[in-house]
């Protein structure tokens, strides 16, 4: 399979050792992964770079799992981000949730139950930007009757604008 | 005096249980690292019975992870023993070094923890006899404090050095501003008198000085 039609990750942990397993393990999987030992890595990445889904520890040095997530949704509102964690508590994973979280898991976890997480999480991309598309014909059919072209681009450049 | 460490008191409970949960999470680290390095073993070995090429190296890194991730492991238990048997005896002959070691160490499972320069002392003298539980409590409070003032990125010095009065003096210096809290906290004031130690700050803030009595009698 080319690169084009994988699932673009980017896999964001300060453990090294376990950051280049998983790694090696999810693109075994088909996944196309870029890897980030910490928070600020993880978001020059996503600004250089376009990513689908990210999964992201909770508990990193510097800048946190909950910054890196809150940055990141920020940014790119439909990246999908699942949380990784050592110990969960209800108070993280609230704080996860509130903030845009797609999911929260507990390591270890099942591989296979996180592979399927990010497929989810794929799929629930898609689904908003297939809204996104949706909702941008419907204004496109409704501003080519009432608007100038100039206020029809206009206004497709800011309903673009929420689909970084 | 007092024959065990008085669990009654929230500060030392507190403290035991913050340190416990800072090992556990390094232990399920360690565990998620052998268990994603298994993993791909696992398919690596899959891949190969199906008759796919796979690369030795890849076989080499997986195995050789797992083993220094075990070693890694035991080392940690062997610090978690270390500190749970520091509540034995509520006064002990103590190698300050050793306790400044461990301390280090699991100071050093923080995710917030800095670089640390430890000088071990010239003269080689650093007994003292006090509370071992205790005295990690103080260099482990003074440790939380000094990473929050240098960051991540900060790096800072401790020093032991033997006093003319017998007692020793932990220098902790390369202290930073950042995050700036006032130390000592209450707590730590209340921990460091346990054991009869005294705490000096440099004006500057950015050396501290904790001078631990070579006997502190009656202390717990």
Redesign the interface.
């Known amino acids: 399979m080319s690169n084009e039609n994988k699932i673009k990750l980017l896999m964001v942990d300060d ?1 090294v ?2 950051l ?3 790694s ?2 999810l693109a ?1 999987k088909g996944f196309d992964v870029i890897a980030a030992s910490n928070g600020e890595e993880a978001i020059a990445s996503a600004e250089n770079d376009f990513f689908d889904v990210a999964v992201v520890d909770f ?4 800048m ?1 799992g909950a910054q890196v997530l809150k940055t990141l949704k920020e940014r790119h509102q439909y990246l999908e981000i699942i949380m990784l964690t ?2 969960a508590t209800v108070d993280s994973a609230v704080e996860c949730t509130k903030l845009g979280a797609f999911k929260f898991l507990e ?2 976890y099942d ?1 296979e139950n996180l592979v399927k997480t990010i497929q989810e999480a794929y799929e629930a991309r898609l689904k908003k930007k297939f809204e996104h598309n949706q909702k941008r014909m419907d204004e496109i059919q409704k501003l080519s009757i009432s608007s100038s072209p100039l206020g029809l681009l206009r206004a497709l450049a800011r309903l673009d604008d929420k689909e970084k | 005096m007092n024959t065990t460490i008085d669990f009654e008191n929230n500060d030392d409970l507190a403290f035991f249980g913050k340190v416990n ?1 800072s090992i ?2 390094e232990l ?2 360690i ?3 052998i ?3 298994a ?2 073993l696992q ?2 070995t899959e ?1 190969m019975s199906r008759g796919q090429k796979i690369e030795l190296e ?1 076989l080499k ?2 195995s050789q ?1 797992i083993v ?2 075990i070693q890694r492991g035991f080392t940690t238990i062997k610090q978690m023993n270390k500190f749970s048997h520091s509540v034995d005896a509520p006064l002990k002959s103590v190698n300050i070094i050793e306790v400044i070691d461990l301390m280090i160490n699991l100071a050093g499972f923080l ?3 800095s670089k640390i320069r430890f000088d071990l002392p010239q003269d080689g003298a650093s007994t003292v006899s006090t509370c071992p539980f205790r005295l990690q409590n103080l260099v482990y409070h003074t440790l939380v404090f000094a990473f929050k003032s240098v ?3 900060g790096k800072i010095e401790i020093a032991v050095h033997r006093e003319t009065n017998g007692s020793a003096r932990i220098a902790f210096s390369g202290l930073g501003i950042l995050g700036k809290q006032p130390f000592p906290s209450e707590e730590t004031k209340k921990i460091a008198k346990s054991i009869g130690a005294e705490i000096r700050m440099a004006e500057n803030s950015q050396a501290i000085d904790i001078l631990v009595p070579q006997y502190s009698k009656n202390s717990v």
Do not use: W, Y
Request: proline share 4%.
């Open positions: 453990e050792k376990f280049e397993s998983i090696k393990r075994l508990q990193m040095p510097g946190d050592g110990h390591k270890p591989f | 949960a556990s999470h399920k680290n565990l998620a690292i268990s994603e390095a993993g791909l398919d690596l891949m890849m890194t997986c992870d220094e991730e995710s917030f923890a960051g991540v990125d």
